[in-house]
C-alpha cells in the first residue's frame, strides 16, 4: 500500500502562488491515478484535479482551471499542484490520493497539508 505525505502549504495572500507536493512510498506509486482533494471549514471535501498514472491525462474541478497545474515526478514518486492566483475561497487542507477519475479511491485521509490565503 501507497504512502502518502503532503506539503507546501502555507499561508499566502491573494493573487500569490504555491506549490504543494505529495511524496509516495511503497505500493505502486507510479501505476496509480492520482488525484488532489480539498476540504474548506464547514464544507465538504471536494476533488480538485487529477493526474492519470502517465501524467498524459489531466483534468481539474471548474473553479481552479487555468490558475492550478497538476503534474507527476514518476522517478521521484511525487504528484505536485502548482497553484497560481490564488483566492481566498482557495482556502482549505489539500490532500492527495489514489483517485478513480474525481473520486478517491479509498476513504482514510491523512492530515494534508493546509492553505490559507488571506484578502
Known amino acids: 500500500q501507497v504512502q502518502l505525505a503532503e506539503s507546501g502549504g502555507g499561508l499566502v495572500q491573494a493573487g500569490g502562488s504555491l506549490r504543494l507536493s505529495c511524496a509516495g512510498s511503497?505500493?505502486?506509486?507510479?501505476?496509480?491515478?492520482m488525484g488532489w482533494f480539498r476540504q474548506a471549514p464547514g464544507k465538504e471535501r471536494e476533488f480538485v484535479a487529477f493526474?492519470?498514472?502517465?501524467?498524459?491525462?489531466?483534468y481539474y474541478t471548474d473553479s481552479v482551471k487555468g490558475r492550478f497545474t497538476i503534474s507527476r515526478d514518476n522517478a521521484k514518486n511525487t504528484v505536485y499542484l502548482q497553484m497560481n492566483s490564488l483566492k481566498p475561497e482557495d482556502s482549505a487542507i489539500y490532500y492527495c490520493?489514489?483517485?478513480?477519475?474525481?473520486?478517491?479511491?479509498?476513504?482514510?485521509w491523512g492530515q494534508g497539508t493546509r492553505v490559507t490565503v488571506s484578502s
Open positions: 511503497g505500493g505502486t506509486f507510479s501505476s496509480s491515478n
Open positions: 493526474v492519470s498514472e502517465s501524467g498524459v491525462v489531466t
Open positions: 490520493k489514489a483517485a478513480a477519475g474525481r473520486a478517491a479511491l479509498s476513504d482514510s
